[in-house]
């Protein structure tokens, strides 16, 4: 940008210098071309507040040009006060006049500058950065000046903040502190400095102890969601399995539960279904575009925090009413860096046979490409596991995982105010025997196959006056394919199933989004101001083949191990290959408003159109946070009330797309039909659809109890209206007639959730919570073209419905003092009620109550030891964990057939298993 120049020395340079300043922030001097350091940037080089002695005259100089300039003083303070939010001078007409009378000043500044008050305090702006040069928000700033209490500040979206030192400042203190971030402190910082720039860097898997700080976790007063965040130290030391999938370390937060164990690697957040939860990867959309699940896979070395929120989330996460869940991955730094994990096989004991389970590496490696300009990292990830499942025939009892993912990724500062990251993404997975149980044989499942490409690209501008503008688009392309063994006829009888399966599916999918968001500069008005706008974009389709074979049902036999008659058959239509897509628009608007009383409000407001619905979906959203002035860090209390809409569901339409299936009913004898064909068809009118939309309202507080122990109560309350379900048109209790697609499902949820958290002097941490919860719907059927429960539609509990739920985790020095240093004890402790089970008969009807029965309750205490050790100049790891130390069933697997006599047996139980991990974690890090 131009800069300019003025023909009057710069308070403290030389007499024959002059001062050259420009928008970009740097100091020239007309006597060289250097520019000062970063540290010493001040936000202009003729700042008013810049020293007692440029106040001075400048006092002087408006008294002494009242009567000339004709300017009133009210006027003349209202531009003071814009030189002390950093506007230029130079940039200003009133002082360019000045300027142009400067001599008249210094002739009468000796007598009229006497006496005068003291000089008004001065500015200090403070950027904080992570090591790539990216804005920090939300950090924690204490200023610690000699004879005064200590003043806390928090970090705006850019990573700014400002404070004002006391009338005749002395050299301070400043500490930057964010959980997941290595805390960074300065010393005797020169009051002289207009502008500091402090970095902090992301911590590191392991550090040493002597060079580095990790920032102490507290009360977070600007957080106004429940986010519940796991960074670095969490992700290292909570020893879940398998390990090698990052989705099962989500359960362990709070009002966030496991699947049903037919769907186990997926989660439910707040009471929702897996589809209704918000997915993204480093701020993108990476749900499946058709099913909505988090199929896309990471390597969870690669994965640098998690960020989980259920309320009060805001306005710039849209299309979810169940959460959101965030991963944001690692970046490289000036340093070349490797780490490597599970390079070693790892067998386990079944029925008395040693065998071979899995080997499942992962590699990250990092580095400079330009220093301090351009940075790269790679995570790569391998899963090759064969699984073993008891109960079926040695020789068709086990089935081969396959998997492997690799996340590329670059960050180039193409200069201070534009930092431009880009990534990709590729993941691919393989399974012969995909879906192999107790009561599905290897004949029954299918050979899936799964590729995906995610390629994405942010660039990020910093304005001069400190806005910010976030520019992202990505793409993501999944290849799926379902393919049975055979063609055998597929056969479900009350024990088992038996045949080739009945359905072979090849779906490509496909989401393009985009994103924009402007952080404005913060503005004072009765407090400050953090106002923030966006815009995103996203496109869905999908283009699927499928074909399907007949079904038979069969009744009980006889005698064990022997096949009833015939019961239903169901035959499909065939269907023509189709294409579904959907364009949504968003666009949104939030004021985070600090006041000088300790209270916060966030008031927003979005609004969202997508060509399938085509309705205006308006959610205004409001929050806000009151911490006592006196009980800063001790006391928060936060609430909030919002309506939150749901994504347009393509499944749910694909549905509508199955064809025709007939059902014949068959006598005892199982040749003689029971009546005529029966004809059902899944419809749906775009124009009578509505998007799912829920409001969310919720309280809680967090209070410091003695010991260092943070203490959280939240209490949560959600009832999502307009949800997508299908409803026979024709007759309710009917199984055949026309299915059509309404909105007439209701969800209510209500959580109680109480939780504690300790971090020790050295890093170590205990957590532990409970929940009380109640998640359930007026439509607990799920009707789909398919084989599926069939009846009547009831009320009841989701399937994922669990009323109380224990969880603890944490990492503790063995109490020892010989092992203290390097040895660590770990631990995961889970209880929850087992999840509702919904009794069939041999046709798939329901029979009794929804959720009339449900499984053992889940218990699992998996404890284990962790040394961290030298060798050859690199640090390792080696953990040992014992899994279900209590040994306790926790089956997956339950036949719910009530016409079979092993009517709720289960199966598929979890056993007591020992686990060890080895860890290279690479070379020391060198002093931040």
Not at 138 to 167: D, K
Not at 340 to 356: A, C, E, M, N, Y
Not at 900 to 906: C, E, K, N, R
Request: net charge neutral; aromatic share 12%.
């Amino acid at each position: 940008m131009r800069g300019f120049r003025a023909g009057l020395p710069f308070f403290g340079a030389s007499k024959r210098e002059t001062v050259k300043c420009d928008q970009s922030l740097h100091f020239r001097s007309s006597g060289t071309k250097e520019d000062v350091k970063p540290q010493d940037r001040v936000l202009c080089c003729m700042r008013l507040t810049s020293s007692n002695r440029s106040t001075s005259i400048l006092s002087a100089l408006r008294r002494s040009l009242r009567p000339i300039s004709r300017i009133s003083i009210g006027k003349f303070r209202r531009h003071l006060s814009e030189q002390e939010m950093g506007t230029p001078i130079c940039a200003n007409p009133l002082l360019r006049r000045l300027l142009n009378a400067l001599p008249v000043a210094i002739l009468v500044a000796p007598f009229v500058g006497f006496g005068q008050p003291a000089a008004p305090p001065s500015q200090v702006v403070v950027t904080v950065v992570d090591e790539n040069g990216v804005g920090v928000s939300r950090a924690r700033v204490t200023i610690a000046e000699p004879n005064l209490a200590p003043l806390q500040l928090w970090t705006n979206y850019a990573g700014h903040c400002t404070f004002t030192l006391p009338q005749n400042p002395q050299p301070y203190r400043l500490t930057v502190e964010k959980p997941g971030f290595y805390q960074s402190s300065q010393t005797a910082i020169s009051p002289d400095l207009g502008a500091l720039n402090v970095i902090i860097a992301h911590e590191q898997m392991v550090k040493e102890e002597v060079n580095v700080t990790s920032s102490t976790p507290g009360i977070d007063t600007q957080q106004v969601s429940n986010a519940q965040i796991m960074s670095m130290p969490e992700i290292v030391n909570i020893p879940y399995q398998p390990s090698r999938d990052i989705r099962y370390l989500l359960s362990f937060n709070p009002g966030v539960v496991p699947g049903v164990p037919s769907a186990s690697t997926q989660v439910h957040v707040a009471g929702a279904d897996s589809w209704q939860t918000l997915y993204m990867l480093d701020g993108f959309d990476i749900r499946s575009p058709v099913s909505g699940d988090l199929s896309l896979r990471v390597s969870a070395d690669a994965v640098r925090s998690i960020d989980t929120e259920s309320t009060r989330y805001p306005v710039e996460y849209g299309r979810t009413t169940g959460g959101v869940v965030a991963l944001y991955t690692g970046m490289g730094d000036n340093k070349f860096q490797f780490t490597g994990t599970d390079f070693l096989p790892s067998f386990h004991q079944i029925g008395g046979k040693l065998r071979f389970d899995k080997i499942v590496p992962r590699f990250n490696f990092s580095g400079p490409l330009v220093r301090n300009h351009a940075w790269f990292f790679d995570g790569i990830d391998f899963n090759y596991s064969d699984i073993y499942v008891t109960g079926l025939p040695s020789n068709a009892a086990t089935t081969t995982e396959v998997r492997g993912s690799n996340l590329f990724k670059v960050q180039a500062n193409l200069s201070p105010e534009n930092i431009l990251t880009t990534g990709l993404l590729f993941d691919d997975f393989h399974e012969p025997y995909y879906g192999l149980s107790a009561i599905t044989p290897q004949v029954s499942t299918t050979n899936q196959d799964s590729i995906a490409w995610f390629p994405y690209l942010r660039d990020q501008w910093t304005f001069a006056k400190g806005a910010l503008l976030d520019v992202g688009v990505a793409d993501m392309r999944f290849r799926q394919g379902n393919e049975p063994h055979g063609s055998t006829p597929y056969v479900i009888t009350p024990e088992v199933t038996e045949g080739s399966y009945f359905e072979n599916r090849t779906r490509r999918s496909q989401r393009t989004e985009g994103t924009a968001t402007l952080y404005l500069p913060s503005r004072h008005w009765a407090g400050v101001h953090d106002l923030q706008a966006g815009i995103d974009l996203d496109y869905t389709g999908v283009n699927e083949n499928v074909a399907r074979a007949p079904v038979s049902y069969l009744r009980e036999g006889s005698a064990p191990g022997v096949n009833g008659t015939l019961l239903r058959y169901s035959v499909f239509t065939p269907v023509a290959p189709f294409g579904l897509h959907n364009l949504s628009i968003g666009s949104y608007f939030q004021d985070r408003w600090s006041t000088k009383q300790g209270l916060l409000l966030q008031p927003g407001i979005r609004f969202d159109w997508n060509e399938i619905v085509r309705r205006p979906e308006f959610s205004p959203r409001f929050a806000f946070i009151y911490s006592p002035p006196r009980h800063a860090n001790s006391t928060k209390i936060s609430a909030g009330i919002g309506v939150y809409y749901d994504r347009t569901q393509l499944a749910y339409l694909a549905s509508a797309l199955a064809g025709l299936r007939t059902d014949t009913f068959y006598n005892s004898d199982g040749l003689t039909p029971a009546g005529p064909t029966q004809a059902t068809e899944f419809t749906a009118d775009y124009s009578s659809l509505r998007d799912p939309h829920a409001l969310n309202w919720s309280v809680g507080i967090e209070q410091k109890l003695p010991g260092t122990i943070y203490a959280g109560l939240n209490f949560m309350q959600k009832r999502t209206s307009n949800i997508f379900t299908y409803a026979n048109q024709s007759d309710p209790s009917a199984l055949s007639g026309n299915y059509l697609l309404t909105n007439a499902r209701t969800d209510r949820y209500t959580q109680v959730e109480i939780q504690a958290r300790h971090t020790f002097s050295d890093g170590f941490a205990l957590f532990g919570a409970y929940t009380r919860s109640s998640a359930r719907t007026n439509a607990a059927i799920a009707y789909l073209p398919t084989p599926s429960p069939w009846g009547p539609q009831q009320s009841g509990p989701v399937a994922w419905d669990t009323p109380n739920r224990i969880l603890s985790w944490g990492w503790l020095p063995v109490p020892l003092p010989r092992f203290r240093k390097k040895w660590r004890f770990v631990y995961t402790e889970e209880w929850q009620n087992g999840y509702p089970i919904t009794s069939v008969d041999s046709s798939q009807q329901v029979v009794g109550a929804v959720g009339s029965h449900s499984f053992p309750n889940f218990t699992n205490f998996s404890p284990g030891l962790a040394w961290r050790f030298h060798f050859r100049g690199e640090y390792w790891e080696l953990r040992g964990v014992m899994e279900n130390a209590l040994d306790s069933s926790n089956p997956a697997v339950v036949n719910n057939v009530v016409d079979s006599p092993q009517y709720l047996t289960f199966s598929y139980d979890e056993g007591r298993a020992f686990t060890a991990r080895i860890r290279l974690i690479g070379t020391r890090n060198k002093k931040h």
